[in-house]
């Protein structure tokens, strides 16, 4: 075929394609200019971005990557359909993606790619649910700590986003909270009691289960442990299946293998750790899980999700999928790519010492300020999957509430006035003149001048009779480039963080 010319506005601008192919969350504001999660779809070099356990701001390095493609993109359909450029790109990224967590080598290893981590779960609840007459039960932990939409994507809810999938087979959805009523963490072991008592009791009916384990939560908390689940999928092999909501990314390689190895599939996303747009997902399924899959008829809810080149090649029943192309999809994806190449070269000594040093400072920070109370996060322990030499068993997530000091006692926040903080972190143009100044904080007109990103606020329980809700300041793998090719090994990030919680507390005392 003769090769024409590619056309300049055939596709629209990088920009534009980073906010297509998802859903109403990525709509921008006309006011703000910013989507739900507080992005927009340009880098922005003076903001401090910790916000990452929800959403980070593109990066320079990583549009640039979006728009190279993009460029290759218009060449490319100047001589083929929009579909055939889209299969052939996604399938160059699934192949990349694979080899950097180094998985090349795992035998019948498949990759579904999905706009989000809530679709992710929901393909495995289809197939989990399909061809049973015992409805299949669903165990996760509590929605808060994941994702508002899985709860009501696995239960088949019609009051979601016209893109989002449906669970046409019928499903029991059992959510087990983590955290007490006082908002810290649950004890493990009766987690642990709660998820194995639920799940025999399934198998013993020969009802199917699917398991989901969450490696790391919005606050960084592990439940239920691996340990748990290992026993569970060993006991009951014909009945549970296990998913593992990976969907922070906060997960080293050789944890990922390890949770591949037990035949557990793994949901991924690329716009959390990694720092690439919202909606950016893949679904890992094992050799074990994906033969086991393929055996049961395509669930009817899939047929209305687009483009089949997200799916294996030669996968059972995908041919009757639609040949769509989501260019937007495909350009996010191609930013977590670029931004898992950067990651993969730190060294991992450097990326240890420096989550050391800036964990050290923050703790320390959050004990010391009365505006803050730092939520303890158990350690991240999943042994015996997989015992902790690599850099994700350290800290990543730091959740801590709000208090408005007195001076006798202090008051927590509700989550409206949490919210309104948190909102007003990004704004450079607060007025500062009425706040009283603040022991061991800089001047309040330097820190009015700031902007910075905390991730979105999350419930956790009442504080003397006030429902709370937990910021969170979080270490993105673009921070950990950036500390490990510093010649100061990453001060200057920790200063940073250090000014986005003075920023926090100039408005807390605003709020009063």
Not at 5 to 33: C, F, H, N, V
Not at 55 to 67: D, K, P, Q, R
């Amino acid at each position: 075929m003769e090769k024409h010319p590619p056309i300049p506005d055939s596709l629209p601008s990088t920009e534009q394609l980073l906010l297509a192919g998802g859903d109403a969350r990525l709509a921008l504001d006309p006011l703000s200019g910013l989507n739900k999660y507080g992005c927009q779809p340009l880098p922005d070099a003076q903001i401090l971005a910790f916000g990452s356990s929800t959403a980070s701001v593109i990066s320079t390095e990583g549009f640039a990557a979006a728009n190279r493609l993009r460029q290759k993109l218009l060449e490319a359909i100047s001589a083929e359909s929009h579909s055939a450029a889209y299969a052939l790109e996604i399938q160059r990224i699934r192949l990349e993606w694979l080899q950097l967590c180094g998985l090349s080598d795992i035998t019948g290893l498949e990759l579904i790619f999905a706009a989000s981590g809530t679709d992710a779960h929901a393909i495995a609840a289809q197939y989990t649910g399909s061809g049973v007459s015992i409805p299949a039960l669903i165990i996760m932990v509590e929605a808060n700590e994941t994702g508002s939409g899985v709860a009501s994507a696995l239960a088949d809810k019609q009051d979601r986003d016209e893109n989002s999938f449906t669970v046409n087979n019928a499903v029991e959805v059992v959510q087990v909270p983590i955290r007490l009523e006082d908002g810290t963490s649950r004890p493990l072991a009766k987690i642990d009691a709660e998820v194995e008592a639920l799940a025999s009791k399934a198998a013993a009916s020969d009802r199917r289960v699917l398991l989901i384990l969450v490696d790391q939560s919005k606050t960084g908390l592990i439940a239920p442990s691996p340990a748990c689940v290992m026993a569970l999928h060993h006991r009951f092999p014909d009945n549970i299946e296990v998913l593992v909501d990976a969907c922070q990314f906060r997960i080293a390689m050789p944890t990922l293998r390890a949770y591949l190895e037990q035949g557990f599939m793994v949901a991924l996303t690329g716009s959390k750790f990694l720092t690439a747009p919202s909606f950016s997902a893949a679904l890992l399924l094992p050799s074990t899980v994906a033969e086991r899959l393929q055996k049961r008829a395509l669930p009817r809810g899939l047929l209305t999700c687009p483009a089949r080149a997200n799916w294996p090649i030669n996968w059972a029943g995908a041919g009757s999928l639609n040949h769509d192309a989501n260019f937007g999809l495909l350009l996010r994806c191609e930013v977590a790519l670029e931004e898992l190449r950067r990651f993969r070269m730190a060294p991992q000594t450097a990326t240890i010492d420096f989550l050391l040093n800036f964990a050290g400072a923050i703790h320390q920070r959050l004990l010391s300020d009365p505006h803050f109370e730092p939520l303890p996060v158990p350690l991240l322990d999943r042994r015996p999957l997989v015992e902790a030499n690599s850099w994700d068993h350290l800290q990543t997530i730091f959740p801590f509430l709000l208090y408005h000091p007195q001076s006798v006692g202090r008051i927590p926040l509700s989550r409206e006035e949490t919210r309104h903080v948190y909102q007003r972190l990004p704004d450079a143009s607060m007025q500062s003149s009425a706040i009283a100044p603040c022991i061991a904080l800089p001047p309040a007109s330097m820190q009015s001048s700031i902007r910075c990103q905390l991730g979105q606020p999350v419930a956790c329980g009442t504080r003397n009779g006030i429902a709370v809700s937990a910021l969170r300041l979080c270490i993105s793998s673009r921070l950990i480039v950036e500390a490990t090719v510093s010649d100061d090994k990453g001060m200057a990030i920790i200063k940073n963080a250090l000014m986005a919680l003075d920023k926090t507390a100039l408005l807390i005392q605003s709020s009063g």
